[in-house]
Structures are given as structure tokens and as C-alpha cells.
């Protein structure tokens, strides 16, 4: 595919269709974070949104932009404070950075075992499944109707929510996750808890500079073998080496500023900007380009589109989105969760031998008997 094949940006409706189709894993994560971690959700769909675009302009292709999966599942499924998401986003940005700048990302991809990545993937991944099926059981306090007869309405919805995600999940023209938080938000509108038109305020909205106060010390040292380590591999291995791998394998020639190098930098960059900004941890992904392309785009005005979305949303609606995320069954959340989870294990089936599989699976039990920085440094 040659730079003649197509235009650097394209807006149309196969643009517009595939600018969303990563949302499967971007919403339930960010969405999470937010109602369930309080962040704010101006500072995450702002900078997402920037990130998006920023992306598109530089590299001039379609350009993924997903949270970083081992920290954001993390932080939901245990519950972190919003300073120990932001210290683990410094971490990984000066790291990554680093990684870049130094050119020592190619020689520790080539070193880092696959069955590692895929230990980390499988681990988190179980752990983003249990905690959506534990939000697909509890009550929902936001719900006026808690129950049909004996049967908790969280459980109904959830059964709902995953019927529907299996019959669109390979449907592209309504993106699963789409439909699911589409419908949420009218089902919190029909039986939730009506919203006030006093928790509105209209104005324009800005993300502020260190919104959550500076993390402690004891913040920095805590998340550090906690989320960064076991972090690191998946990020090499998916964020940067598989992803500028794939970028070339869709795009050809037009992919030329997709190196190693610059593809750790931008995520380095990003980081950096996120924990002064108090946005969410964020990165490229194989995953997320895969959806992308799948879905229709094929320039960098997917990224223009999507990116144009978040930041206008943000703008416009502010804290007041949190409102309106607010109306979501925390089922369906889950199934969100739950799906993603899935998506994440799932990497794991390019594992063959029995020994790397071996790892991969004691890596799980580790993981789940103590965390995953044990799991990581066993794996």
C-alpha cells in the first residue's frame, strides 16, 4: 500500500465508523476510573481526546490510543486513589520516555519473554472479569427499581447486557460497547434516579493542574511494584513493538514515523502530560489499531474524529458527564468489564508450547493468590 492508495486524512462515514471502534476497551476502562476511582472526567476525555489527535497529526495514519490495561484494571478492581493512578502514570511516562530516548526499547523487547506479556495479559484479564461479573450481582444503588419479583434487576440487566455484547460482537456497524452504554444510560433515564437539574453547571470546562493534590511519597513507592512492574512488559511488548509492528504491516510506506523509538516516546509524552493533567494512564496497542482498521479507518482522520468527540464532550458537559455516566447500571459496566477481560485472556492463544504455557498459567495463580508484580517477577 503506497501513500497514493490514500489521502493522510479522510472524513467520511468508514472514518467515522472505524474512529470507534476501540471503544470496547477505551469506555469501560475510562468510564470506570471514573465513577468507580473518581477521577475527573473533563482531565480523561480531554486529554484522550488530545492524545487522539496529536497521534493522527504526527504519525499520519490511524493511531490507537488505549488506557494502559495492567493499571486500569488494577485500579478498579482494588479500588486505588486517584493520586496513585496519576504517580503510576509519571512512572510509566519517565520510564517509556526513557526507553525511547535511549534506544534500549529494542534490546529489552528482544529479551523480554512472550510467555511473560502473555502471563501479565492472561492475569489482568481474569482480574477485569471478576470484578465485572462481582458489579453484575451487587445492587445498584442508582436504580429505583432494585428488583423484578425475586430476581435482582442488576442481575437481569447484566444476563441482558451479555446476550446482546455476544450477538454484536463481530457486528460492524453497532459497535458492542456503543449499543450497551447507549442503552445503559436509557435505562438509568427509565428506572434510575432522576437527575437534578442542579447538579448542572453550563460553562465551558478545562482540566486543571494537579487536581488531586500532589501523590504522596508513599503513593510513588506503592504503585511502583505494584502497577508499573508488571505494566512494563505489556507495554513493550503490545504497546510498542507489536503496535509500530502492525502499523507498518496496514499502512506500508505511509507509516514511516512509526519506529520503535518515536512510537515509546509519544506514549512517554502522553504519560507525562496525564499525571500533571490528572488524566488516566494511556498507550498504543496492537489490539486497539486491529479494531480501528477492522471497523473502517484507514487515515489519520479516524484519530481527528474520535479525538474531536472526547475533547468537545469534555468541554462541553464537564463533571456534568459524571452525571450522565452515573446513569449506567453498574451491571452493565460490568459486562463492559467483563468483555474487555475476555478480550484481554483471549491473548493468550497464540502461546503453543506447553512450557511457555506452563508459566503463563502459574503466573495466573500467582497473580490472583498474591498480585501481579509476584506474578511478573516469577513469570
Same mark, same amino acid.
Given at each position: 500500500?503506497?501513500?497514493?492508495?490514500?489521502?493522510?486524512?479522510?472524513?467520511?462515514?468508514?472514518?467515522?465508523?472505524?474512529?470507534?471502534?476501540?471503544?470496547?476497551?477505551?469506555?469501560?476502562?475510562?468510564?470506570?476510573?471514573?465513577?468507580?476511582?473518581?477521577? !475527573?472526567?473533563?482531565?480523561?476525555?480531554?486529554?484522550?481526546?488530545?492524545? @487522539?489527535?496529536?497521534?493522527?497529526?504526527?504519525?499520519?495514519?490511524?493511531?490507537?490510543?488505549?488506557?494502559?490495561?495492567?493499571?486500569?484494571?488494577?485500579?478498579?478492581?482494588?479500588?486505588?486513589?486517584?493520586?496513585?493512578?496519576?504517580?503510576?502514570?509519571?512512572?510509566?511516562?519517565?520510564?517509556?520516555?526513557?526507553?525511547?530516548?535511549?534506544?534500549?526499547?529494542?534490546?529489552?523487547?528482544?529479551?523480554?519473554?512472550?510467555?511473560?506479556?502473555?502471563? +501479565?495479559?492472561?492475569?489482568?484479564?481474569? +482480574?477485569?472479569?471478576?470484578?465485572?461479573?462481582?458489579?453484575?450481582?451487587?445492587?445498584?444503588?442508582?436504580?429505583?427499581?432494585?428488583?423484578?419479583?425475586?430476581?435482582?434487576?442488576?442481575?437481569?440487566?447484566?444476563?441482558?447486557?451479555?446476550?446482546?455484547?455476544?450477538?454484536?460482537?463481530?457486528?460492524?456497524?453497532?459497535?458492542?460497547?456503543?449499543?450497551?452504554?447507549?442503552?445503559?444510560?436509557?435505562?438509568?433515564?427509565?428506572?434510575?434516579?432522576?437527575?437534578?437539574?442542579?447538579?448542572?453547571?453550563?460553562?465551558?470546562?478545562?482540566?486543571?493542574?494537579?487536581?488531586?493534590?500532589?501523590?504522596?511519597?508513599?503513593?510513588?513507592?506503592?504503585?511502583?511494584?505494584?502497577?508499573?512492574?508488571?505494566?512494563?512488559?505489556?507495554?513493550?511488548?503490545?504497546?510498542?513493538?507489536?503496535?509500530?509492528?502492525?502499523?507498518?504491516? !496496514?499502512?506500508?510506506?505511509?507509516? @514511516?514515523?512509526?519506529?520503535?523509538?518515536?512510537?515509546?516516546?509519544?506514549?512517554?509524552?502522553?504519560?507525562?502530560?496525564?499525571?500533571?493533567?490528572?488524566?488516566?494512564?494511556?498507550?498504543?496497542?496492537?489490539?486497539?489499531?486491529?479494531?480501528?482498521?477492522?471497523?473502517?479507518?484507514?487515515?489519520?482522520?479516524?484519530?481527528?474524529?474520535?479525538?474531536?468527540?472526547?475533547?468537545?464532550?469534555?468541554?462541553?458537559?464537564?463533571?456534568?458527564?459524571?452525571?450522565?455516566?452515573?446513569?449506567?447500571?453498574?451491571?452493565?459496566?460490568?459486562?463492559?468489564?467483563?468483555?474487555?477481560?475476555?478480550?484481554?485472556?483471549?491473548?493468550?492463544?497464540?502461546?503453543?508450547?506447553?512450557?511457555?504455557?506452563?508459566?503463563?498459567?502459574?503466573?495466573?495463580?500467582?497473580?490472583?493468590?498474591?498480585?501481579?508484580?509476584?506474578?511478573?517477577?516469577?513469570?
Amino acid at each position: 500500500m503506497t501513500s497514493e492508495d490514500h489521502p493522510t486524512y479522510r472524513f467520511d462515514r468508514m472514518e467515522f465508523a472505524g474512529s470507534l471502534g476501540d471503544l470496547g476497551t477505551m469506555l469501560p476502562l475510562a468510564i470506570g476510573m471514573i465513577v468507580l476511582n473518581k477521577l !475527573y472526567a473533563t482531565n480523561v476525555f480531554i486529554l484522550v481526546g488530545f492524545f @487522539y489527535i496529536a497521534s493522527g497529526i504526527y504519525f499520519k495514519v490511524t493511531t490507537p490510543v488505549q488506557p494502559m490495561k495492567v493499571i486500569g484494571a488494577y485500579a478498579i478492581a482494588v479500588g486505588l486513589t486517584p493520586t496513585q493512578i496519576v504517580a503510576s502514570s509519571l512512572w510509566m511516562g519517565i520510564f517509556v520516555l526513557f526507553l525511547g530516548t535511549t534506544g534500549l526499547i529494542q534490546t529489552i523487547g528482544k529479551y523480554t519473554p512472550k510467555s511473560t506479556v502473555r502471563g +501479565v495479559q492472561l492475569g489482568v484479564g481474569v +482480574v477485569l472479569m471478576v470484578k465485572g461479573l462481582k458489579l453484575m450481582i451487587m445492587p445498584d444503588p442508582n436504580l429505583a427499581i432494585q428488583s423484578l419479583g425475586p430476581v435482582s434487576m442488576s442481575i437481569i440487566l447484566g444476563a441482558v447486557g451479555i446476550v446482546l455484547t455476544l450477538f454484536l460482537l463481530d457486528n460492524k456497524k453497532l459497535p458492542a460497547a456503543l449499543v450497551i452504554i447507549i442503552l445503559g444510560i436509557g435505562i438509568g433515564i427509565l428506572i434510575g434516579k432522576p437527575l437534578r437539574a442542579g447538579a448542572f453547571s453550563w460553562s465551558f470546562h478545562f482540566p486543571k493542574l494537579i487536581p488531586y493534590g500532589w501523590p504522596s511519597l508513599n503513593d510513588f513507592l506503592w504503585v511502583l511494584p505494584v502497577l508499573v512492574l508488571p505494566q512494563i512488559p505489556m507495554t513493550i511488548g503490545n504497546a510498542i513493538i507489536s503496535n509500530t509492528d502492525v502499523m507498518h504491516e !496496514y499502512f506500508g510506506e505511509r507509516a @514511516y514515523r512509526a519506529t520503535y523509538r518515536s512510537v515509546s516516546n509519544s506514549q512517554g509524552v502522553a504519560d507525562i502530560v496525564s499525571f500533571f493533567l490528572g488524566g488516566i494512564p494511556m498507550c498504543h496497542g496492537a489490539g486497539g489499531l486491529a479494531a480501528h482498521y477492522r471497523f473502517g479507518a484507514r487515515t489519520a482522520g479516524a484519530n481527528l474524529i474520535i479525538g474531536g468527540i472526547f475533547v468537545a464532550l469534555a468541554v462541553v458537559f464537564g463533571e456534568n458527564m459524571v452525571a450522565i455516566l452515573n446513569l449506567l447500571p453498574f451491571s452493565l459496566l460490568g459486562v463492559l468489564l467483563v468483555f474487555a477481560g475476555l478480550q484481554l485472556a483471549l491473548m493468550i492463544q497464540d502461546v503453543e508450547d506447553r512450557k511457555d504455557l506452563f508459566v503463563v498459567l502459574l503466573m495466573l495463580g500467582i497473580a490472583l493468590a498474591t498480585n501481579l508484580a509476584v506474578a511478573f517477577i516469577v513469570g
